[in-house]
């Protein structure tokens, strides 16, 4: 399960992303640190989620940095 969902990023305020981005890389290097201590972490699949929710933030950051408009996709899928 992912630690953010893109709706809840794109709901938040530039400002509060960028807060949210700044204390997601510092759990990250906390746990890196840590295993490249030799020690053990709880949840290892904890560093993989970090890394996504943070490359999540960043490319929706990126978006509206562009003007990108997201399009929402109804109905079927095209086979």
Known sequence: MPIMR???IRDMHPEERMRRLNELRT????LKTMVKAGG???NP???R???KTIARILT???E???GIKT???EGKRKK
């Open 6 to 8: 893109v709706k809840e």
């Open 27 to 30: 759990e990250l290097l906390r």
């Open 40 to 42: 053990t972490i709880e």
């Open 45 to 47: 699949t904890r560093i």
């Open 49 to 51: 989620a970090l890394r």
């Open 60 to 62: 929706i950051e990126h």
């Open 64 to 66: 509206q940095k562009l």
């Open 71 to 73: 399009q929402k996709t």
